[in-house]
């Protein structure tokens, strides 16, 4: 927390004089009592449309760290609040009759109304000025009168629509339905429960925000809600239907509520937080949804950063440029987290089928802000169990359990990801491929595999790339995956297949990703004659019936030298935009004919090489699939046709999906952030029941154990991880304690296999 704000009392400050608060919620009066106290000189007003007691909600929770923030930057606000607060450490998930208890997660709570109550206390004892029951005046009016405007106005901010052309906000609605309610007792718990009615699967987020009274969230899809009928109740109707519908949690007492509404979460994201003397924020700012408690603590923060970048840069743009600077990547970062756990209870009825523990796992970790190493240290008696439920034997980290894919049993959890190297020469694998892949294979994954090798010439994406549509490459292939059983026994090796589509006669990637070679360019194919980049790289040729049957037997015959070559496990790559990936996305798949139009037709061609791979490759072998199972694009495959295209490549035979997304169109926008792909994969996984590789941004071990015991996915693969450091799994079981056979040091690297001691920084 901004630790300059922690002082005796008052000091004499430069900056902004008259200053306007639009918004009396916490972060408005927080950030007004603050910048008053720095200033006693100041003139500090705050303009509210309501009544002083009014409110909308009932609890707050409050995190240590705000609430340490706000103990140094403002003892007595503090005090007040200690005074009033609720403490508990433990989590309830009621899932179909069973009640999972975690304990040592730490909450505090108390009234929006009391909190709101201390707020005003300490603005009246500060001198400032509160307005209530009155409008702001328009945000023009004020800037031009003030020298420093605070919007502290909402999520459905006046101030910040009045100057959108320079905020330029986005506000983007989503799919659930939520009310807030209240209880006239107090839970022992953070409750989550879930109701599978008739209607559809409803849920409870409920806590204890003092003495007798706990705040009752219910939130539910958008067609549930409807099919429910509550569309058509009134607030007091609505509130006796929840009560009854939990009835059980509530032991048949009755909910109230408090100008309770049902609405739908938006999450606001503005480019600018300030512009001329106007700052925005909390939700005028940023929104983050309520499942992870954060709206309050967000506004207050924000509060605290702004008074002190006011406090110690006198020039005002300094001083706003400086708060946005610090609070922008923590607002970010807590986004992301939000929008992990909003998504996740809008799918919750995907969830609903796993075992209890699982289930209660799942919930905690939905965020990735919990994960299997912190609820270890929160809550070992929980998390032992869990681990007992997925099959872990004793002291064996989730990701060094085996698993087992048609007759191949993987000794844990981790793949090395496919890679493009862009340095064989005619498509032959050398020295290079030789040492990269015999360290990653020495490294201690369960499965290496190749980067996408090209079954023909003209398949290639750089002059760069891997083959396997001759021989001499077959022998270089060869070569490497003999090294890797004398040298690496246990260790899985797999091939990619794949052919480059309309994205191919490109530099390699630290030339010029994507960008046409400056000379001897190859003729492309595709799906439908689109470039990747118009007026960039060329326009391909539409496949004929005689061109698909030949690239469909490029891929059969290139499968039958992968099987030669002795590789473990074959996967066919139809993402990220290469030929197969081209016929499965309506973005570039236009054709009018039999492999065109709806998914299936999309799907036709390549199943039809899944089918050719599938006959010639050996049957005791598995054989997978990539999909891009979002191109980031609007207009492109729905995740519904992700599923679709999963589900029939199950049923042809693919022993797994490997999630991936994007890189289909170049102007995708993709939402990356830690495991971002994860939730495709979940999805499939869960829907489908069919075992999924997930990949995307997963960095450490604590998050494959975490995506693995939630059951998320059944393999993790990792890329730039596997970069970095070859030996990133060693060095993942060295870090956890694990010596067990799923992580074998090879013999002459034993010596190595604990971390070195560090230097000394003592003084000598």
Same mark, same amino acid.
Request: proline residues 7%.
């Given at each position: %927390?901004?630790?300059?704000?922690?002082?005796?009392?008052?000091?004499?400050?430069?900056?902004?004089?008259?200053?306007?608060?639009?918004? &009396?919620?916490?972060?408005?009066?927080?950030?007004?009592?603050?910048?008053?106290?720095?200033?006693?000189?100041?003139?500090?007003?705050?303009?509210?449309?309501?009544?002083?007691?009014?409110?909308?909600?009932?609890?707050?929770?409050?995190?240590?760290?705000?609430?340490?923030?706000?103990?140094? @930057?403002?003892?007595?606000?503090?005090?007040?609040?200690?005074?009033?607060?609720?403490?508990?450490?433990?989590?309830?998930?009621?899932?179909? &009759?069973?009640?999972?208890?975690?304990?040592?997660?730490?909450?505090?709570?108390? &009234?929006?109304?009391?909190?709101?109550?201390?707020?005003?206390?300490?603005?009246?004892?500060?001198?400032?000025?509160?307005?209530?029951?009155?409008?702001?005046?328009?945000?023009?009016?004020?800037?031009?009168?003030?020298?420093?405007?605070?919007?502290? $106005?909402?999520?459905?901010?006046?101030?910040?629509?009045?100057?959108?052309?320079?905020?330029?906000?986005?506000?983007?609605?989503?799919?659930?339905?939520?009310?807030?309610?209240?209880?006239?007792?107090?839970?022992?718990?953070?409750?989550?429960?879930?109701?599978?009615?008739?209607?559809?699967?409803?849920?409870?987020? @409920?806590?204890?925000?003092?003495?007798?009274?706990?705040?009752?969230?219910?939130? %539910?899809?958008?067609? #549930?809600? *409807?099919?429910?009928?509550?569309? +058509?109740?009134? +607030?007091?109707?609505?509130?006796?239907?929840?009560?009854?519908?939990?009835?059980?949690?509530?032991?048949?007492? !009755?909910?109230?509520?408090?100008?309770?509404?049902?609405?739908?979460?938006?999450?606001?994201?503005?480019?600018?937080?300030?512009?001329?003397?106007?700052?925005?924020?909390?939700?005028?700012? /940023?929104?983050?949804?309520?499942?992870?408690?954060?709206?309050?603590?967000?506004?207050?923060?924000?509060?605290?950063?702004?008074?002190?970048?006011?406090?110690?840069?006198?020039?005002?743009?300094?001083?706003?440029?400086?708060?946005?600077?610090?609070?922008?990547?923590? #607002?970010?970062?807590?986004?992301?987290?939000?929008?992990?756990?909003?998504?996740?209870?809008?799918?919750?009825?995907?969830?609903?089928?796993?075992?209890?523990?699982?289930?209660?796992?799942?919930?905690?970790?939905?965020?990735?802000?919990?994960?299997?190493?912190?609820?270890?240290?929160?809550?070992?008696?929980?998390?032992?169990?869990?681990? *007992?439920?997925?099959?872990?034997?004793?002291?064996?980290?989730?990701?060094?359990?085996?698993?087992?894919?048609?007759?191949?049993?993987?000794?844990?959890?981790?793949?090395?990801?496919? %890679? $493009?190297?862009?340095?064989?020469?005619?498509?032959?694998?050398?020295?290079?491929?030789? #040492?990269?892949?015999?360290?990653?294979?020495?490294?201690?994954? &369960?499965?290496?595999?190749?980067? %996408?090798?090209?079954?023909?010439?003209?398949?290639?994406?750089?002059?760069?790339?891997?083959?396997?549509?001759?021989? !001499?490459?077959?022998?270089?292939?060869? *070569?490497?995956?003999?090294?890797?059983?004398?040298?690496?026994?246990?260790?899985?090796?797999?091939?990619?297949?794949?052919?480059?589509?309309?994205?191919?006669?490109?530099?390699?990637?630290?030339?010029?990703?994507?960008?046409?070679?400056?000379?001897?360019?190859?003729?492309?194919?595709?799906?439908?004659?689109?470039?990747?980049?118009?007026?960039?790289?060329?326009?391909?040729?539409?496949?004929?019936?005689?061109?698909?049957?030949?690239?469909?037997? +490029?891929?059969?015959?290139?499968?039958?030298?992968?099987?030669?070559?002795?590789?473990?496990?074959?996967?066919?790559?139809?993402?990220?935009?290469?030929?197969?990936?081209?016929?499965?996305?309506?973005?570039?798949?236009?054709?009018?004919?039999?492999?065109?139009?709806?998914?299936?037709?999309?799907?036709?061609?390549?199943?039809?090489?899944?089918?050719?791979?599938?006959?010639?490759?050996?049957?005791?072998?598995?054989?997978?699939?990539?999909?891009?199972?979002?191109?980031?694009?609007?207009?492109?495959?729905?995740?519904?046709?992700?599923?679709?295209?999963?589900?029939?490549?199950?049923? /042809?035979?693919?022993?797994?999906?490997?999630?991936?997304?994007?890189?289909?169109?170049?102007?995708?926008?993709?939402?990356?952030?830690?495991?971002?792909?994860?939730?495709?994969?979940?999805?499939?996984?869960?829907?489908?029941?069919?075992?999924?590789?997930?990949?995307?941004?997963?960095?450490?071990?604590?998050?494959?154990?975490?995506?693995?015991?939630?059951?998320?996915?059944?393999?993790?693969?990792?890329?730039?991880?596997?970069?970095?450091?070859?030996?990133?799994?060693?060095?993942?079981?060295?870090?956890?304690?694990?010596?067990?056979?799923?992580?074998?040091?090879?013999?002459?690297?034993?010596?190595?296999? *604990?971390?070195?001691?560090?230097?000394?920084?003592?003084?000598?």
């Amino acid at each position: %927390m901004a630790g300059p704000l922690a002082m005796a009392g008052p000091r004499d400050t430069t900056g902004p004089s008259r200053i306007a608060v639009v918004g &009396g919620g916490p972060g408005g009066l927080y950030a007004a009592a603050l910048l008053k106290r720095l200033d006693p000189a100041r003139e500090v007003t705050v303009w509210e449309r309501n009544a002083p007691s009014d409110t909308f909600g009932f609890g707050v929770v409050l995190s240590d760290e705000t609430l340490g923030g706000i103990r140094d @930057a403002d003892p007595a606000v503090y005090e007040a609040l200690r005074r009033d607060l609720v403490r508990w450490d433990d989590i309830d998930v009621v899932h179909r &009759g069973h009640r999972t208890r975690s304990t040592g997660h730490g909450f505090a709570a108390l &009234g929006r109304r009391r909190l709101l109550e201390i707020l005003h206390a300490r603005c009246t004892d500060l001198g400032v000025r509160l307005r209530f029951r009155t409008e702001a005046p328009p945000a023009d009016v004020l800037a031009a009168g003030h020298d420093l405007v605070v919007a502290a $106005d909402g999520v459905h901010s006046r101030t910040r629509e009045a100057h959108a052309p320079h905020f330029r906000p986005t506000v983007a609605t989503h799919r659930c339905r939520y009310i807030w309610l209240a209880a006239d007792f107090a839970f022992d718990a953070f409750r989550f429960e879930i109701a599978e009615t008739e209607y559809g699967v409803m849920q409870l987020h @409920a806590y204890p925000y003092e003495a007798g009274a706990s705040t009752a969230i219910v939130e %539910m899809r958008e067609e #549930v809600w *409807r099919s429910a009928g509550f569309d +058509e109740l009134d +607030e007091a109707e609505s509130t006796v239907r929840c009560a009854k519908i939990f009835a059980e949690a509530l032991a048949g007492r !009755e909910l109230r509520a408090n100008n309770s509404t049902w609405t739908a979460f938006r999450i606001v994201v503005n480019e600018r937080w300030s512009y001329g003397n106007t700052v925005l924020i909390g939700d005028a700012a /940023h929104t983050a949804h309520f499942s992870i408690g954060s709206g309050t603590k967000l506004a207050v923060e924000d509060a605290l950063a702004l008074a002190h970048a006011v406090d110690g840069h006198p020039d005002l743009p300094d001083a706003l440029a400086a708060y946005e600077a610090e609070r922008r990547p923590v #607002v970010a970062s807590t986004q992301r987290a939000a929008a992990a756990s909003l998504h996740w209870f809008e799918e919750l009825a995907g969830r609903v089928d796993r075992p209890p523990r699982r289930f209660a796992f799942d919930l905690l970790t939905r965020s990735r802000r919990v994960t299997h190493a912190n609820l270890r240290l929160r809550d070992p008696a929980f998390t032992a169990a869990v681990e *007992r439920d997925f099959g872990c034997p004793p002291g064996t980290p989730p990701m060094f359990t085996p698993f087992r894919l048609r007759g191949l049993t993987l000794r844990n959890r981790i793949v090395v990801s496919p %890679m $493009d190297m862009y340095v064989a020469e005619d498509g032959v694998p050398g020295d290079f491929h030789l #040492v990269h892949l015999g360290a990653r294979a020495l490294g201690g994954a &369960g499965l290496v595999m190749t980067e %996408m090798v090209c079954v023909s010439p003209e398949g290639r994406i750089t002059p760069g790339c891997t083959g396997l549509w001759s021989d !001499e490459q077959a022998a270089a292939w060869s *070569r490497i995956t003999a090294f890797a059983r004398v040298q690496a026994p246990g260790t899985a090796i797999g091939v990619q297949l794949g052919h480059s589509g309309r994205k191919g006669s490109t530099r390699r990637m630290w030339e010029g990703i994507d960008q046409p070679l400056p000379e001897g360019n190859w003729p492309l194919a595709a799906a439908s004659p689109l470039p990747y980049r118009p007026g960039v790289n060329q326009t391909p040729k539409e496949l004929d019936r005689a061109g698909l049957t030949a690239v469909r037997e +490029e891929f059969a015959a290139a499968a039958r030298r992968a099987a030669r070559c002795d590789f473990d496990l074959l996967e066919l790559h139809c993402a990220h935009g290469y030929l197969l990936s081209g016929f499965l996305s309506p973005l570039t798949n236009h054709r009018t004919d039999a492999y065109g139009g709806d998914v299936d037709g999309r799907l036709r061609y390549p199943l039809e090489v899944f089918d050719a791979v599938r006959e010639v490759w050996p049957d005791e072998r598995p054989l997978t699939v990539r999909i891009s199972a979002t191109d980031w694009a609007e207009g492109g495959t729905t995740d519904e046709e992700a599923v679709a295209v999963a589900r029939a490549f199950a049923a /042809h035979g693919a022993d797994a999906i490997d999630v991936s997304t994007g890189q289909v169109v170049p102007d995708e926008t993709p939402a990356y952030g830690r495991s971002y792909q994860t939730p495709y994969a979940d999805r499939i996984r869960n829907e489908l029941g069919v075992p999924v590789i997930t990949v995307g941004a997963i960095s450490s071990w604590d998050d494959v154990n975490s995506l693995l015991l939630a059951g998320r996915a059944d393999l993790c693969a990792l890329a730039r991880p596997h970069l970095y450091d070859p030996h990133w799994t060693l060095h993942a079981a060295a870090e956890q304690d694990y010596e067990g056979p799923a992580a074998p040091w090879p013999a002459p690297y034993r010596a190595g296999s *604990r971390r070195p001691p560090t230097g000394r920084r003592d003084p000598a």
